[in-house]
Structures are given as C-alpha cells and as structure tokens.
C-alpha cells in the first residue's frame, strides 16, 4: 500500500517499534506506526490486547476522543510461542477485543450478525478444519508428533496460565478451575482423567495435589491436537482449546465466556445475553478463522489467504522439527553458507565430517552432510555417537542458473534415512511414496 494511502496509527508501547514484522504488517492493513498522537493527523490509537501497558494507549483514545483498534494475535499464530518468530495471522478489532466478554467484538458482531452463508465460504471453513485436523495444526506448533502413553477413552481437563488475560476478562477465575475438575470427574465416574497444562505457563490451575489414581498430567510436549482427537470429552474455562475442540467435532464443557460459547456448540456453565444464535462449525471457523484475521506472510512481507498462510506455517514446522535441536552443517561449500544461514535457522557449520560429527556430539545436535560428499562410513560414525545424520541435496526444483554458477538453491532435500539417488539403501523419499496410496483430498488436491 503506498504510503499517501496509509492512515496514522498512534501507539505507546515500544513493542510496535521493535518487531519490524509487526509494522509491515500493519501496513499492509494499511496503517502506518506513529509513536504518541499528532494532533489532525492520527486517526486510530492502537493497543495490544489488554495488557496494563495497553491502558495508557486506551485513555489517549478516550481523551482525544479517537478509534481504539485493538492488536493481538491470532488463533493460529507460528512454530513457537511468544517474540521467537513472528506470526502468521493477527487480530485487528476496532471494535473491542475477542476475549473480553463484557462488551462486543468485531468477532463477535460477525458470529452474530453476518449471514456467513455463502457455499464457497463455507466450504473453505470445511476444508481449513480437515487441513489443521490432517496437519495437527494449533495456535503454536513447536512438537515433535511423538505418541505419548495414554489411558484410552479419557476425559480432556485443560489448565491455563494464571496470569492468562483470557479468564478475567472471560467471566471466570481460579475457583472456575476446581469446579471444572470436579465437573469431569464427577461426571465421567468411569473415566481416567488427563489434565492439559499450558506448555509455556510457569505457573497454572492444578499441581501434583489435583492428581489421583485415575487423573494424570498430560506430556507437555504432546501436540494439543493428538490430546484432543484422543479425548472422549472436553473441559476447558476459557482457553483457545476449546474452540480447536469444536473444530474436530467435539462439544466442549466451557466454564467461562471465550468467544466460542454461546453459538449452541458448546455445553456452557455461563450464559451471555448477547449471544444465542445457532452456529455450525463451519460458520464458526468461517467467522474466526476467515473473515475476522488478517493472515500475513513474514517472508513475502505481504498479506495473504488463509490457505496460503497455512502452506507456510506447515513448512516452517517441518523445518522446524528436522533441525531440532540443533543443526551442524559438514563440507558445506563458503558461498552456500550464507543462504543456508536463512533458510536452516543460523545452523553451525564445520570444515569436514570429521570435525562435524565431534560437534554435533559435544553439543548434541544434529549433523547435516551434503549427501554426494559424505563418506560411507559416516552412518555407522555418527549412529555410534548418537548423532541424527541428514543428508542434504539441492531439491528438483532448484534455480535459474545451475550450482556450478553459485546459484543458490530454490529447494532443499533434508533427509533422516538415505538419499534419492542412492538406491542401495531407502530414502524419505522412498517412504513418502510407498505411502502416498493413503493421500487424502488435499494432498492429491496440492498435486493435481
């Protein structure tokens, strides 16, 4: 968007000066970052949820008598939590904020009020919440998909940081916990119980004290979406959770007012006089999902859809999980070294296998070779130390020009078993085709 077009945003927080992707984003939306208001020319004050630095921002806007848009992240937001990556989608509301029940939302006005009845809307909602539930996509994605021990048939108790503005400003509090836990076991007098902790809480609801013969604390690394598919039923206060619940298709116990209770696809302990329209999932993830974000990509630094955000967040994942928790580089030629710097997240490299191989070891990480220099041995060398070897090659889509020209290369191959070209031993590749006989529809869709 030029710059002519864009409308003046004030803010008081040096969090929007910090995060360079944050003002791209905004911009994008078409507005432009100032510090403090200028009198004819800021147009809105910008805040960031409803945090205490946010009430400086909020009484500017009341006493200037401007637009209050409210900033905060959206529903499905990176790889890992918090400033270590920027997100994908953010929530701009200049009408309140999604979370506080006590007054409207603009999410709120769309789930009441728009028809969200358009076939093509509603088959995208369709297709996004086959796309996340296929992909095991949650608001952060920082898991490795390992199966976690498990009773069978349990009862899903979801706990939330204390500190969570959600709850407060959700109807509920600390005692809302306890009812909850009650609720399930009670209810579910057969059922073992697993309680989900928020894996970036320092401090949440329930202790070792809450736990008993039949209720466990779930693994905390175990991808929230695994937890849910595996869970008979769901109980949650205010947490995102719940809506990721109705998602896959269950109808979670909610003891307090998130956005997604109220619209008859939840059991709710509360009630909230604005709300009472009778909503389908796919309605609800047309609102929340489509309608109300705005999706952004960092790397292109422009807006983009719902579809197209996803495509990049399930590659940064996968990325993510190969090079965890570390990643060393062997033999890997000075002029590549600087694009595989922004492509494999700062990853060390070494002069040769050997060296490779001993830092990997010491630091315990992975090492990556370039596949047509590795050594034959070094499979064996590297198993023996425990080290996880990828082999790397230029993808089959590589460049313009060719390697032997310094081309950087457009795609990578990183891979845990063996190499495409080498057919003495099996490759990932070799895996993904044996089974891509099982491809649902929107994998073959991608292909076709």
């Known amino acids: ?81 918090g400033r270590r990556e920027p997100a994908v989608s953010l929530l701009l509301d200049d009408v309140g904020v999604h979370f506080d029940c006590a007054v409207p939302s603009r999410l709120e006005k769309i789930l009441a009020h728009d028809p969200i009845a358009d076939p093509d809307l509603l088959a995208r909602a369709q297709a996004g919440r086959a796309l996340l539930r296929a ?32 709850i407060t400003h959700g109807g509920a509090g600390r005692r809302d916990f306890g009812r909850m836990l009650r609720a399930a076991q009670a209810e579910h007098p057969e059922a073992p119980i697993v309680v989900r902790a928020h894996p ?19 693994p905390g690394d175990m991808n929230p979406i695994e937890l849910l598919l595996g869970a008979r039923a769901v109980y949650t206060v205010t947490s995102q959770l719940g809506f990721e619940a109705i998602c896959l298709g269950h109808r979670p116990h909610v003891f ?20 009472g329209r009778a909503l389908s999932p796919d309605q609800l993830f047309a609102g ?5 974000p705005l999706w952004y990509d960092p790397g292109l630094r422009r807006q983009v859809s719902f579809e197209e955000a996803v495509e990049g967040l399930i590659a940064r ?18 002029w590549k070294q600087s694009h595989l710097k922004k492509v494999l997240s700062s990853p060390a490299f070494a002069p040769g296998s050997a060296q490779g191989l001993e830092l990997a070891a010491r630091s315990r990480q992975t090492l990556g070779v370039w596949a047509s220099r590795m050594e034959d041995t070094l499979p064996a ?23 032997a020209e310094l081309r950087p290369p457009t795609s990578l191959v990183l891979d845990d078993l063996g190499i495409y070209f080498d057919p003495r031993a099996p ?22």
């Open 1 to 81: 968007m030029s710059g002519a077009s864009l409308r003046d945003l004030a803010v008081f927080s040096a969090g929007f000066l910090r995060q360079t992707w944050l003002r791209e984003a905004l911009e994008s939306a078409g507005w432009r970052v100032r510090v403090g208001v200028e009198p004819g020319k800021t147009q809105a004050i910008g805040v960031w949820g409803r945090r205490p630095v946010s009430a400086r921002g909020i009484r500017a806007a009341e006493r200037h008598g401007l637009p209050l848009l409210t900033i905060e992240d959206g529903f499905l937001r990176s790889v890992e939590p």
């Open 135 to 166: 992909k095991r996509l949650s608001k952060y994605n920082a898991f490795c998909d390992k199966p976690a021990d498990l009773p069978n048939n349990y009862v899903l108790v979801i706990d939330q940081a204390r500190a969570d503005a959600s």
């Open 200 to 218: 970036a809480a320092k401090q949440g609801h329930f202790t070792q004290a809450d736990l008993d013969a039949r209720t466990v604390m779930a």
């Open 256 to 275: 307090g007012q998130p956005f997604y209770m109220g619209w008859g696809l939840s059991a709710d302990r509360q009630t909230n006089p604005r709300r």
């Open 288 to 292: 929340a999902m489509l309608l109300y």
């Open 317 to 334: 994942r996968r990325l993510w999980q190969i090079t965890q928790p570390g990643l060393v580089l062997a033999q890997v030629s000075a």
């Open 381 to 403: 060398q590297a198993a023996a130390r425990q080290v996880p070897l990828l082999r790397m090659e230029d993808g089959f889509l590589r460049s313009v020009g060719l390697g």
């Open 427 to 448: 490759s990932r590749l070799d895996d993904l085709i044996a089974r891509s006989v099982a491809l649902g529809p929107e994998a073959l869709g991608r292909a076709k």
